[in-house]
């Protein structure tokens, strides 16, 4: 029997349940957080849970909005930059009914953007929350629950070279999404990769100052990175005060990465 493109990638992303991450792979691995500078706290929390349906978790320092397949960790800090400016362009989800989450949207006066046929053939939206954050909307009617992490897209020149470091690195296979040749999955997450010319900057200080995987037995992992030749500017470290195992590095593109071991506690 065919299987769509879209049926196929839906079962490859494993949606877990309301405000869970998703399964990891046989390696440990699954995706965890974006983080964002954010320079209103009450007014970023009051959107993700009005709009994306977010649980928000307070712990320690640590704000973090809870969605299936991904969390959404918030700073109070004022961004360097806006994410088009950087080399992660955008973050996206699947929402299953696009007209009332754009009609809500457009209600509380915020912005939405472009609207089109997005490469798997569904109705996409742009949409911006405060301080240059861009997300992108999927439909997907035969989605679970109403809204679902979905993926993260770099932008950035060599962006087949990144793609192919990513999958070296974590362990992982090229596979299409819809139109987009060059993209790879983590559990939960379609991490998708397009070209771009020089001008895009480092994530780091922007208003998405990294992403985040999850990963079982985080110690060992990362002296499989360093084996690998990774160099992290934040070795392995143990936070008991907030339930996290943590390391960070920085990808060939400057994007900045954490390494996480206890989201999927929160």
């Known amino acids: 029997m065919k299987v769509s493109t879209s049926l196929l990638l839906l ?11 998703a399964t990891p792979n046989e390696n440990g691995l699954t995706y965890g957080h974006v ?13 993700w849970v009005e709009h994306f349906n977010a649980t928000i978790v307070e712990r320690g320092p640590l704000t973090v909005a809870k969605m299936p397949n991904m969390l959404v960790a918030l700073t109070q800090h004022e961004p360097t930059m806006g994410m088009r400016e950087t080399r992660m362009d955008h973050f996206g989800f699947k929402v299953r009914h696009m007209d009332k989450f754009l009609d809500k949207w457009r209600a509380d006066g915020l912005e939405v953007g472009r609207i089109f046929p997005g490469a798997e053939g569904q109705t996409n939206a742009y949409v911006m929350l405060p301080g240059g ?14 809204i679902t992490g979905y993926h993260v897209h770099f932008f950035t020149e060599n962006h087949e070279a990144l793609l192919a470091w990513y999958t070296e690195m974590f362990n992982l296979e090229v596979r299409p999404r819809g139109s987009i040749p060059t993209s790879t999955n983590v559990p939960g997450m379609n991490l998708s990769f397009a070209g771009a010319n020089g001008s895009r900057k480092p994530t780091r200080g922007s208003a998405i100052d990294h992403i985040g995987f999850e990963v079982d037995n985080l110690e060992a992992f990362c002296r499989e990175l360093e084996a690998k030749g990774v160099v992290f500017d934040v070795p392995y470290r143990e936070i008991p005060a907030i339930g996290l195992n943590i390391a960070y590095f920085t990808d060939p593109a400057g994007v900045y990465v954490e390494l996480t ?5 929160y």
Do not use: W
Not at 38 to 47: C, L, S
């Open 11 to 21: 079962t490859m992303l494993s949606t877990p349940a309301l405000g869970q991450l």
């Open 35 to 47: 983080h964002l500078n954010v320079t209103d706290m009450e007014e970023h929390k009051r959107i």
């Open 133 to 146: 954050v861009y997300v992108e909307m999927q439909e997907d009617q035969g989605l679970q629950a109403e």
């Open 261 to 265: 071991e206890g989201y999927d506690e």
